[in-house]
């Protein structure tokens, strides 16, 4: 920087010189030339804003599910075998390149068996669930460890980005390393997933009051637990708050949280041994029913129609129709 020495005449003589810097021309710069302008964002077509569901089969046997628009999805969930469900999701018209990842609730067998299977066949995908989960799956199943490489982290209650969704998980009490529940936002729309948890607590009960579209589980019929056949250890482990609901408390609950908001209401990890889709369908269309709302049966009946909010069992074994979901 050029510099000029400051005259003291007149002021007498002094034993060092001073130095000040010479002023500088003022540049002026545009601080936004490089900068990316942001654009308005762009109306939807009708088309791009349907969202899509299937479930591949929901219970112990295995748990697995896409949720997509018309630019790609998700799964949730790998408990099912790789080949079914890449079978199932062509049937419905949906190239596997389009899916973007595998979203894990937690680390049972039922949940995550063939996650590794999937990606294997398809290495553009990326897992996504917390480290914790990440761990307890290595360390309770036969997977390879290369799945790492795929992994990528989340932590709960903080949103994430996949395609064109927006994505939170939140905490639900099981008895896996960790469990959560997953609330997908697209659209202004929230399609919620709360599946093998004990009970509903206030942070799962925080999103799922905001859902449009709710996965619920209803896991047992309580009587039928108490007079089956599993042994009494068992009996108690599914009936503690770390482990699963039975149908009449998840009645309760939504009849107490239902809003106008609520479409659909998908009861899912239905017991095999503990419960049936008719005992669970019934319980809890009498408690939404004695709250004045009309229920429908996911059939897309005229009567349907007339309903305020549909009700459908998830299969336990087999894949549902493509569910699709408008404004």
Same mark, same amino acid.
């Given at each position: 920087?050029?510099?000029?020495?400051?005259?003291?005449?007149? !002021?007498? *003589?002094?034993?060092?010189? %001073?130095?000040?810097?010479?002023?500088?021309?003022?540049?002026?710069?545009?601080?936004?030339?490089?900068?990316?302008?942001?654009?308005?964002?762009? =109306?939807?077509?009708?088309?791009?804003?349907?969202?899509? &569901?299937?479930?591949?089969?929901?219970?112990? $046997?295995?748990?697995?599910?896409?949720?997509?628009?018309?630019?790609?999805?998700?799964? @949730? =969930?790998?408990?099912?075998?790789?080949?079914? @469900?890449? $079978?199932?999701?062509?049937?419905?018209?949906?190239?596997?390149?389009?899916?973007?990842?595998?979203?894990?609730?937690?680390?049972? /067998?039922?949940?995550?068996?063939?996650?590794?299977?999937? @990606?294997?066949?398809?290495?553009?995908?990326? !897992?996504?669930?917390?480290?914790?989960?990440?761990?307890?799956?290595? *360390?309770?199943?036969?997977?390879?460890?290369?799945?790492?490489?795929?992994?990528?982290?989340?932590?709960? %209650?903080?949103?994430?980005?996949?395609?064109?969704?927006?994505?939170?998980?939140?905490?639900?009490?099981?008895?896996? $390393?960790?469990?959560?529940?997953?609330?997908?936002?697209?659209?202004?729309?929230?399609?919620?997933?709360?599946?093998?948890?004990?009970?509903?607590?206030?942070?799962?009960?925080?999103?799922?009051?905001?859902?449009? &579209?709710?996965? @619920?589980?209803?896991?047992?019929?309580?009587?039928?637990?108490?007079?089956?056949?599993?042994?009494?250890?068992?009996?108690?482990?599914?009936?503690?708050?770390?482990?699963?609901?039975?149908?009449?408390?998840?009645?309760?609950?939504?009849?107490?949280?239902?809003? %106008?908001?609520?479409?659909?209401?998908?009861?899912?990890?239905?017991?095999? =041994?503990?419960?049936?889709?008719?005992?669970?369908?019934?319980?809890?269309?009498?408690?939404? %029913? /004695?709250?004045?709302?009309?229920?429908?049966?996911?059939?897309?009946?005229?009567? =349907?129609?007339?309903?305020?909010?549909?009700?459908?069992?998830?299969?336990?074994?087999?894949?549902? *129709?493509? &569910?699709?979901?408008?404004?």
């Amino acid at each position: 920087m050029a510099r000029k020495r400051i005259s003291f005449e007149g !002021l007498g *003589r002094l034993p060092f010189e %001073e130095w000040e810097d010479e002023p500088q021309p003022v540049v002026k710069r545009n601080v936004y030339e490089n900068m990316e302008v942001p654009q308005p964002p762009r =109306d939807l077509t009708p088309d791009e804003r349907l969202l899509y &569901y299937v479930s591949f089969g929901s219970g112990s $046997s295995g748990n697995s599910c896409y949720i997509g628009t018309s630019h790609g999805g998700i799964i @949730i =969930d790998a408990g099912i075998k790789a080949e079914e @469900i890449e $079978s199932k999701i062509r049937a419905n018209g949906i190239d596997m390149k389009n899916v973007r990842g595998i979203l894990l609730t937690h680390d049972h /067998s039922d949940h995550v068996r063939y996650a590794y299977s999937l @990606i294997k066949n398809h290495r553009h995908l990326r !897992l996504y669930c917390t480290n914790r989960v990440l761990n307890g799956l290595l *360390r309770r199943h036969d997977i390879s460890k290369r799945i790492k490489d795929y992994h990528h982290p989340i932590f709960k %209650e903080i949103p994430f980005k996949i395609s064109d969704f927006e994505i939170t998980a939140f905490e639900v009490p099981h008895d896996g $390393s960790d469990n959560m529940g997953f609330s997908v936002n697209f659209d202004n729309r929230n399609f919620v997933l709360a599946t093998d948890m004990g009970e509903v607590q206030a942070r799962a009960r925080h999103y799922i009051t905001q859902a449009d &579209y709710l996965v @619920i589980e209803a896991n047992y019929d309580l009587k039928m637990l108490q007079t089956g056949r599993y042994p009494e250890f068992l009996k108690a482990r599914i009936q503690t708050t770390s482990g699963h609901m039975d149908n009449r408390a998840t009645a309760e609950f939504l009849k107490e949280i239902y809003s %106008e908001r609520l479409k659909h209401i998908f009861l899912c990890h239905l017991s095999k =041994d503990n419960n049936t889709p008719e005992k669970a369908l019934e319980i809890i269309r009498e408690a939404l %029913e /004695s709250a004045g709302v009309k229920v429908g049966s996911g059939m897309e009946t005229l009567e =349907d129609r007339q309903a305020d909010v549909q009700l459908v069992a998830l299969p336990r074994f087999d894949a549902t *129709r493509l &569910y699709v979901f408008r404004p």
